[in-house]
């Protein structure tokens, strides 16, 4: 059964989608079966991968309110294993429409048990607020991965990010566990980006992967091509990082180490 992994933080900007776009190409490229589930209604991870998100005939969208099957809607990308659940500007209304529907919360749960021997991990991108959307994914998650940004108030609103987690955990998924905490957009040309790095490793110890992403024009430009980073530019620093990303990640899950 594949490990669900809910790439999270209710702040914009942190890095969120272009964390679980390039993992999920970096893990795939290591062999892995990668489902990458776009719940966000801006759909950046699902134009990152190249996919006119106005042509669609079905999404994400549809899954969680017309219950259509999941695998009805997914596509192929350019990275072999890797397939992505889209998603539309529809997903935008789906807030308030599944505000009275039954069994609102775990739709996306649902969703993925009939797909989950499909692959080894299933990543889902969630939008940048603490919703229902959100709570789906953290509902259908095994484990939460948190990207925090190396930038003044990187550790603000991050309570209220734990204590949601804690709920969830206590009262609809037992199972949810910290998957871990992804440092982005470093700039060590900067003070302030030690500084935030040193915070969060003090606030989260051993949750935080060894890994920084780094700021970088080229992970920047990425997403305007339709190309994850290993694509767009494969010899990069965003590339290396993301790839480092992958074999951490790998090695919490599965065990493999760098040699293997």
Known sequence: ???????????????KSTTALNLSAALARKGRRILLVDLDPQGNATSG???????????????????????TVLLPTSVDGLEVAPSTVELAGAEVELATEEDR???LRVALEALQHRYDLVV??????????????LVAADLALLPIQCEYYAL?????????????Q????????????????????????????????AFFGKE????VIPRTVRLAEAPSHGQPIFLYDPHSRG??????????????LWGEGKDE
């Open 1 to 15: 059964m594949a490990v669900v992994l809910a790439v999270v933080n209710q702040k914009g900007g942190v890095g």
């Open 49 to 71: 991968l190249g996919i006119p998100k106005e042509g669609l005939r079905s999404s994400v969208y549809d899954v969680l309110l017309r219950r259509l099957p999941l695998r």
């Open 105 to 107: 919360e775990s739709r």
């Open 124 to 137: 889902v991108d969630c939008p940048p607020s603490l919703g229902l959307l959100t709570l789906n994914a």
């Open 156 to 168: 603000e609103g991050l309570s209220l990010l734990l204590r949601t987690l804690e709920l969830v």
């Open 170 to 201: 206590r009262s609809l998924n037992p199972q949810l566990r910290m998957g871990g905490v992804v440092l982005t957009m470093y700039d060590p040309r900067t003070n302030l980006s030690e500084q935030v790095a040193r915070e969060v490793r």
């Open 208 to 211: 935080v992967f060894r890994t």
């Open 239 to 252: 590339a290396a990082a993301y790839e480092a990303l992958a074999e951490e990640v790998a090695e919490r």
